[in-house]
């Protein structure tokens, strides 16, 4: 069974930073397109990102473009999000998720960022 | 960008019942669309992709149908572990953005 381990999420001011990390076992993350996948405290589920099999090519949401940078290291199975001038509404549990094609296959459990003074 | 619209927001039904979820998309996504399962403090599922297809270890009461921009995801006969959120999602063509529903809440009546 595929399993993704999020971490890295916490409490943060605004304008602050943050980097995500997500770990795959069971599974070699280098097969694998990749995406992070975030959802806002009792509201629905928001594409922020996704990434390449060889990490030459990432894709961004609107909302996060020029603030987020999604990357990978193969060598180390490992997924993250690095996460620049960060505002409220950039609270939410942010998950990863092995992307094939054109849908999410395997979620990790999420790791809950929350921005505020 | 492709906007994707669920009807209804709420759903109150019966185990036993059968559920019709819809799912309408503000262009063609073609079959690029898929539906998920999500209950409450848990990681969403994945039950459908390319519209029709089944995810590994689904029960066969998930069916999925529609292309272009209308989708329906029905429960034929719905168990009570399958009152939840389900969430349609999308991928555009190129760039491959992705998109998702605001959800249906399918509740016990």
């Known amino acids: 069974e595929v399993q993704l381990l999020e971490s890295g999420g916490g409490l943060v001011q605004p304008g602050g930073s943050l980097r995500l990390s997500c770990v795959a076992s069971?599974?070699?993350?280098?097969?694998?397109?990749m995406s992070w996948v975030r959802q806002a405290p009792g509201k629905g589920l928001e594409w922020v990102s996704g990434?390449?099999?060889?990490?030459?090519?990432?894709y961004y949401a609107d909302s996060v473009k020029g603030r987020f940078t999604i990357s990978r290291d193969n060598s180390k199975n490992t997924l993250y999000l690095q996460m620049n001038s960060l505002r409220a509404e950039d609270t939410a549990v942010y998950y990863c998720?092995?992307?094939?094609?054109?849908?999410?296959?395997?979620w990790g459990q999420g790791t809950l960022v929350i921005v505020s003074s | 960008e492709i906007v994707l619209t669920q009807s209804p927001a709420i759903l109150s039904l019966s185990p036993g019942e059968r559920a019709t979820l819809s799912c309408r998309a503000s262009?063609?996504?073609?079959?690029?669309l898929a539906w998920y399962q999500q209950k409450p403090g848990q990681a969403p599922r994945l039950l459908i992709y390319?519209?029709?297809n089944r995810a590994t270890g689904i029960p066969a009461r998930f069916s999925g149908s529609g292309s272009g921009t209308d989708f329906t995801l029905t429960i034929t006969s719905l168990e009570p572990e399958d009152f939840a959120t389900y969430y349609c999602?999308?991928?555009?063509?190129?760039?491959?953005?992705?998109?998702f529903g605001p959800g249906t809440k399918l509740e016990i009546k």
């Open positions: 998720a092995t992307l094939l094609m054109s849908y999410f296959d395997s």
């Open positions: 069971e599974i070699t993350l280098r097969n694998y397109a």
């Open positions: 990434i390449s099999i060889s990490g030459v090519n990432t």
């Open positions: 262009q063609s996504v073609i079959n690029y």
């Open positions: 390319d519209a029709s």
């Open positions: 999602q999308q991928r555009s063509s190129w760039p491959p953005l992705f998109s």
